[in-house]
């Protein structure tokens, strides 16, 4: 069983609101898609040789809050240190 099916049956058990386990689950897995899709633009793992003076680089993240049927997402958008990256996980934003 992964994480998600154990949070589940947890929640159940106690009788507690999925719902939440989802909202939870959803932006857990969102926030590591855009850690991966800047990967996949910069073309280097984090703190990989083949970064160093490559000309782009990580640059923190900034916050967003993104509305969904299982309540606000708190979502954490990478950011490259040229300003080039744009995110294609959510549309919206």
């Keep these: 069983m992964n ?31 855009l850690k991966h899709e800047l990967t996949v633009f ?8 083949e970064g160093f003076h490559s000309g782009n680089s990580r640059n923190g993240y900034y916050d967003r809050t993104f509305k969904t049927e299982y309540g606000e997402l708190h979502l954490r958008i990478p950011r490259d240190r040229n300003g080039e990256f744009q995110q294609q996980t959510i549309a919206s934003l």
């Design 3 to 33: 994480h998600l099916t154990t949070d589940l049956i947890e929640a159940l058990a106690q009788k507690q609101d999925i719902e939440e386990v989802f909202r939870y689950h959803l932006e857990t897995a969102i926030n590591q898609l």
């Design 42 to 49: 910069l073309d280097y793992e984090p703190y990989d040789r």
